[in-house]
């Protein structure tokens, strides 16, 4: 790929990467708290904390409301003040356009949207009301107020599409060549809360129409990726009718999905139109609830086919992920072949393991911790709440250390050149005290127990978390293979064993294991490791190992 050619979402060895300058880049990313990056001035200690933490990109929101104050009237220096910024500090930018929707609400749309509701119509939950209580839990008694545009708004759509397309001829024109900008996020946690599908009169005469034919048609002959309830209200459906007669009980999230995943890709082709960014779409998971309870429409992984279908123009669709169940979660944002894309997760204690492990295991287009500049402070209440997490785990309630984040963090950011290359390959593994426990011992023995192991072929490297020695689960190891008999190791709170694969030769020594750091780009060895320090190969602190053995029969 040309050097100046625009960011685009490429193949390496099979695998989905974000090309950037004709190179695999490797989003190090942190998103800001909504609202710091509509000031500039404010944004600089943020841009500080982030080079402390390793970052090389930010994920920026650029409003709606602030872009294009007065219809047709468009102010982008607050975008622009802001690429400056980056480029001063070396690291890249993705945008998250805030347009009809935030967090399944219509908040940062212009006041002339909001107020002309006749041009621009809200979603009804509750047939003939633009705002009305929608029930947040079945325990709180409670209804919060609820509003947002609806998705069958076609002045709405157009309008957003437009105010989206002058963004990116914004972008074209300012970073057309530098490329500081690698990603923009279309809208933000699509999706309608409060019911399943929008009720109003228009809606409830779309939904008692005929589902299109090609969209009924890609349903059936995608059943193989679906998850299992999609599959079967597909499968026991007619070929064609009315929605309910297609698709049973999942209709009305179908529908939703239909929609919400039209406007979206109405937006972002106007947007590639103008100017080919590889374009994101994030979403609020659904956990398990009922839909309503989540932002229904939006890119759960249930409806990836029905975005797939109607949202060509998106790249990627994205798990913002608060929830406990980080790996499954990432494991059902891969199974159909996307690149995995964190935009948001939380800023607790596995955090960091959390970036070694998904740059390492997943080599993962982008992994940003929300609100990254509370990185070591402790959670509040409040947040407990916006982020929806599970404290049931005492390490998801400890703060993640920012010294232990900034260093695996630097680390990492050195090593890309060298990670980046072995993206879709096996050279590059990961293991994570979070994700991959020992397998007990059927005695109940916990030293008997296996901790979990990573082939490279020619050897393996297996690796103890939590165990008598370390009492810490919240551990991570990331190896990179060099050579048949050298390899890097980055990690945190594990102990190492190096084993041979080789069955002609299955004894291994160790020659040299140098702990030390990089410096623009160059290794400086530290400490040479021998002795205590390699008959346990404890990593106590977040390190970088440069580790050389031999096979022998
Ligand atoms: C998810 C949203 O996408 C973010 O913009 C932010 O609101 C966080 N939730 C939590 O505050």
Same mark, same amino acid.
């Given at each position: ?165 002058? @963004?990116? =001829?914004?972008?074209? #024109?300012?970073?057309?060549?530098? /490329? $500081?900008?690698?990603? %923009?996020?279309?809208?933000? +946690? ?56 297609? @698709?049973? =009980?999942?209709?009305? #999230?179908?529908?939703?999905?239909? /929609? $919400?995943?039209?406007? %979206?890709?109405?937006?972002? +082709? ?284």
């Amino acid at each position: 790929m040309a050097e100046h050619s625009i960011p685009a979402i490429g193949k390496q060895n099979g695998h989905p990467v974000l090309m950037v300058d004709g190179k695999p880049f490797i989003m190090l990313a942190g998103e800001v708290h909504n609202s710091d990056s509509s000031s500039p001035e404010y944004m600089e200690k943020i841009w500080d904390i982030a080079e402390e933490l390793g970052m090389n990109a930010l994920l920026l929101p650029v409003t709606w409301e602030l872009v294009e104050p007065e219809e047709g009237s468009f102010d982008f220096s607050v975008p622009e003040a802001l690429i400056r910024q980056a480029r001063e500090r070396d690291m890249r930018i993705g945008f998250l356009w805030f347009g009809s929707w935030k967090n399944a609400e219509c908040m940062y749309a212009p006041a002339w949207v909001k107020q002309d509701l006749k041009r621009f119509p809200r979603a009804q939950i509750e047939k003939g009301k633009n705002k009305t209580g929608r029930q947040v839990s079945p325990t709180i008694p409670v209804k919060m107020p609820y509003t947002t545009l609806s998705y069958l708004g076609k002045e709405t759509v157009k309008a957003d599409a437009k105010a989206f397309a002058a @963004f990116m =001829g914004f972008l074209k #024109e300012f970073d057309g060549e530098a /490329h $500081t900008v690698v990603t %923009v996020q279309v809208e933000n +946690e699509t999706g309608l809360l409060g019911a399943a599908r929008e009720v109003s009169d228009e809606a409830d005469a779309l939904f008692a129409s005929p589902v299109p034919a090609d969209f009924a048609a890609y349903m059936r002959s995608h059943t193989d990726t679906m998850t299992d309830g999609i599959r079967d209200a597909v499968l026991s459906g007619k070929e064609s009718g009315t929605w309910t007669e297609v @698709f049973g =009980g999942a209709a009305d #999230e179908l529908f939703s999905a239909y /929609h $919400t995943a039209r406007f %979206v890709n109405t937006v972002a +082709e106007a947007g590639k139109a103008v100017y080919p960014l590889p374009m994101t779409a994030n979403c609020w998971l659904d956990k398990d609830g009922a839909p309503g309870d989540y932002p229904t429409g939006g890119p759960v992984s249930k409806v990836h086919e029905v975005w797939q279908f109607c949202a060509p123009c998106i790249d990627v669709l994205c798990p913002d992920i608060y929830v406990p169940q980080f790996k499954e979660v990432c494991d059902e944002y891969t199974r159909r072949g996307g690149a995995l894309c964190i935009p948001e997760c939380a800023t607790h204690s596995y955090a960091a393991p959390r970036l070694l492990y998904t740059v390492g295991h997943y080599h993962t287009m982008c992994y940003s911790p929300f609100g990254f500049d509370d990185i070591g402070k402790p959670f509040t209440a409040v947040q407990g709440f916006l982020f929806g997490m599970d404290v049931t785990d005492p390490a998801l309630k400890t703060p993640q250390d920012f010294g232990e984040y900034g260093t695996l963090g630097k680390i990492l950011r050195e090593m890309m050149p060298m990670l980046a290359e072995a993206y879709g390959s096996d050279r590059l593994q990961a293991l994570s005290g979070e994700t991959d426990p020992m397998t007990e011992h059927p005695s109940g023995i916990p030293f008997l127990a296996t901790p979990p192991s990573m082939d490279f072929g020619s050897f393996t490297v297996t690796v103890t978390f939590k165990n008598m020695m370390n009492p810490r689960n919240d551990g991570a190891c990331l190896c990179l293979k060099v050579t048949e008999e050298e390899c890097w190791v980055v990690g945190n709170a594990c102990r190492l064993d190096l084993r041979s694969g080789r069955a002609d030769r299955p004894n291994l020594d160790l020659l040299s294991v140098e702990e030390g750091t990089f410096e623009n780009g160059k290794w400086i060895p530290r400490r040479r490791f021998n002795g205590d320090e390699t008959a346990q190969m404890m990593m106590n602190a977040p390190s970088v190992w440069h580790i050389r053995f031999f096979t022998y029969e």
